[in-house]
Nanobody, 123 residues
């Protein structure tokens, strides 16, 4: 089992930056693929980014490619999402998630979820 706690959300102006963190409990963090997803009001949860166990493979949604960067520190049991050039349409609750096995963009493949952190992009 792994428990996930996100932090770093908040209110930011368009064009600004935020870095989200997701701290995981347990000693087996390095065995998990980690993903970031988001859900805006009235919309379905959508894939943002994912990273393999070693950090060597990353995938991004087209909507965030070139603006967001996912990374992980296995020594600190933490995964990060650096978000730059933020837009109003990035406003959502952001969730981190964990799964074993292969990297995936599909939310249903992930077994463990955090509680989410709100990101609001507004002037």
């Amino acid at each position: 089992q792994v428990q996930l706690v996100e932090s770093g959300g908040g209110l930011v102006q368009p064009g600004g930056s935020l870095r989200l963190s997701c701290a995981a409990s347990g000693r087996t963090f390095r065995n998990y693929v980690m993903g970031w997803f988001r859900q805006a009001p009235g919309k379905e949860r959508e894939f943002v980014a994912t990273i393999s166990q070693s950090g060597g493979i990353t995938l991004y949604a087209d909507s965030v490619k070139g603006r967001f960067t996912i990374s992980r520190d296995n020594a600190k049991n933490t995964v990060y999402l650096q978000m730059n050039s933020l837009k109003a349409e990035d406003t959502a609750v952001y969730y981190c998630a964990a799964k074993t096995g292969y990297i995936s963009r599909v939310s249903n493949d992930y077994d463990h979820w955090g509680q989410g952190t709100q990101v609001t992009v507004s002037s």
